[in-house]
């Protein structure tokens, strides 16, 4: 740390005991922090901090003073174009892709939950409680999978290795 004095140590608040703020708006800083986890493909922007299990969604929490917030990563991007969301609204990825923050029509659009569901099912991404990929992963393993691949930044064939890998489970029946 720098050498600024603390006079009053003892009245500092504990770590941790931050309030959970559900109507918390990001500074500067905090909106920097979250471009800091994303890395952007030529089509979609990919989050690559924090993900959900099992939902395989991007998860970022970011603090101001003794407040702190947890929020989904892509809607995050949403509230930063369009201000932040009333409950019942959902953010829907029209490219299919749990990680992408890029708002816009072909990537993350605004919804209410039942058409999210809806074209969920359309697209048979519901199967029971598991949210299931094209390989059989579940759709948490994938994002994890994916992110992993973007570690050093953008690179097309190991991103598509990522999304197209069945995983071990399926590599150990051959
Ligand atoms: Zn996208």
């Known amino acids: 740390m720098s050498g600024?004095?603390?006079?009053?140590?003892?009245v500092r608040p504990r770590r941790g005991a931050r309030i959970v703020d559900a109507t918390l708006r990001p500074?500067?800083?905090?909106v920097a922090a979250f471009w800091t986890k994303v890395v952007k493909s030529p089509t979609c922007w990919y989050w690559v901090?924090?993900?959900s299990a099992p939902d395989g969604y991007g998860r970022f929490n970011y603090q101001r003073a003794n407040r702190q917030r947890t929020v989904l990563a892509?809607?995050?991007?949403?509230?930063?174009?369009?201000?932040?969301?009333?409950d019942g609204i959902?953010?829907?990825?029209?490219?299919?892709e749990p990680l992408c923050v890029r708002v816009g029509h072909e990537h993350l659009v605004q919804s209410t939950y039942s058409e999210n569901v809806?074209?969920?099912?359309?697209?048979?991404?519901?199967?029971?409680?598991?949210?299931?990929?094209?390989q059989g992963r579940s759709r948490y393993e994938r994002s994890i999978a994916v992110r992993a691949s973007l570690k050093d930044?953008?690179?097309?064939?190991?991103?598509?290795?990522?999304?197209?890998?069945?995983?071990?489970?399926?590599?150990t029946l051959f």
């Open 153 to 171: 930044g953008y690179d097309e064939a190991a991103l598509l290795r990522a999304k197209t890998d069945p995983g071990d489970a399926q590599a």
């Open 74 to 86: 892509h809607r995050f991007s949403v509230e930063l174009v369009h201000g932040v969301l009333e």
């Open 27 to 30: 500074s500067a800083e905090n």
């Open 90 to 96: 959902v953010c829907e990825h029209k490219c299919n």
């Open 4 to 10: 600024v004095s603390v006079p009053t140590p003892n």
């Open 49 to 51: 901090g924090a993900i």
């Open 118 to 134: 809806r074209y969920a099912i359309a697209l048979g991404r519901l199967s029971g409680h598991t949210l299931l990929d094209g």
